[in-house]
């Protein structure tokens, strides 16, 4: 059974920092694109950043760039989102998932592509 697991949500005041984790079990994360996304209710997911086989192949949302970095450890099956220089408007439930071998901007943009979601966790930034 697979299994993706989200950790590191809390609350922070603007400027902060998170580190989000994701740990997934039951399918082999090495050769996947992994994605971060984020909904808050009422609106729809959005993508974060994504990330394939190396630190190089990453790509990131347009309201995250520069803020937020995405790194994966295949070693643990387990990918990150540093989260630096929070905003209120990055309070939202963040999703971890694993799709195919297509990522990028492609993937970011098209959530069909990730057949794997977790449960979310919350990430609340006040001002």
């Known amino acids: 059974q697979v299994q993706l697991m989200e950790s590191g949500g809390g609350s922070v005041q603007a400027r902060g920092r998170l580190r989000l984790s994701c740990a997934a079990s039951g399918l082999t994360f090495s050769s996947r694109c992994v994605g971060w996304f984020r909904q808050v209710p009422g609106k729809e997911r959005e993508g974060v950043a994504v990330?394939?086989?190396?630190?190089?192949?990453?790509y990131y949302g347009d309201s995250v760039r520069g803020r937020f970095t995405i790194s994966r450890d295949n070693a643990k099956n387990t990918a990150y989102l540093q989260m630096n220089n929070l905003k209120p408007e990055d309070t939202a439930t963040y999703y971890c998932a694993a799709g195919g071998t297509v990522c990028g901007y492609t993937a970011l943009h098209d959530q069909k592509r990730f057949d794997y979601w977790g449960q979310g966790t919350q990430v609340t930034v006040s001002s």
């Open positions: 990330i394939y086989t190396g630190a190089f192949s990453t």
